[in-house]
């Protein structure tokens, strides 16, 4: 079971040491906000068009935001990956932006995931979601992927964890990554 250490720095974003913060909200037995997720600053847009920037400039790239995963080839491929359902969606193809569904608030991300990944060996597969075809992604950083996925599973409590996938209505929505941008 992966705990968050009582001096790393809290999952809620404040700052503060996770002893001083919220941890005595997890000891007395209350529920855990969502902002514990991803504080409210948190933009997956941004970090979107930051990797499709850094595709666009042939720009191998790789960091963790929360529980996602972004990375990029130096053949301009992007790709967005969740770590909880190890869910993805490609960004970027060949230096250009790919257009996705992301509709973010404050409270809220929901994107529409096209893929769903693995990791066998040194090897990474995505499966699409629309005709199950399975595909090897041949210049993934397997291994950055790996230890990535590792770090936010000890970051994050499984209680935290859990409450990423969650029904919302109202969520504003927009296109990220259009060719006109």
Not at 68 to 77: N, P, Q, R, T, V
Request: net charge negative; proline share 5%; charged share 30%.
């Amino acid at each position: 079971m992966a705990k968050i250490g009582r001096n790393q720095p809290c999952p809620c974003g404040s700052g503060k040491k996770y002893k001083h913060c919220c941890l005595p909200r997890v000891q007395a037995g209350q529920p855990l906000a969502p902002e514990m997720v991803q504080p409210a600053t948190f933009s997956l847009r941004a970090e979107v068009e930051k990797l499709q920037v850094a595709a666009g400039k042939r720009e191998k790239t790789f960091f963790e935001s929360g529980v996602f995963i972004l990375f990029a080839d130096e053949y301009g491929d992007g790709w967005l990956l969740e770590v909880v359902e190890s869910d993805a969606v490609q960004v970027a193809r060949a230096g250009k932006p790919v257009e996705i569904d992301l509709m973010e608030n404050t409270e809220t991300i929901e994107v529409n995931w096209s893929h769903t990944y693995e990791l066998r060996d040194r090897r990474m597969f995505v499966t699409s979601y629309t005709d199950s075809r399975c595909f090897e992604l041949e210049n993934a950083p397997c291994q950055q992927i790996r230890a990535g996925i590792r770090r936010i599973r000890k970051r994050y409590t499984p209680e935290v964890l859990g409450m990423v996938h969650v029904n919302t209505e109202n969520v504003n929505t927009e296109k990220v990554g259009t060719a006109d941008d």
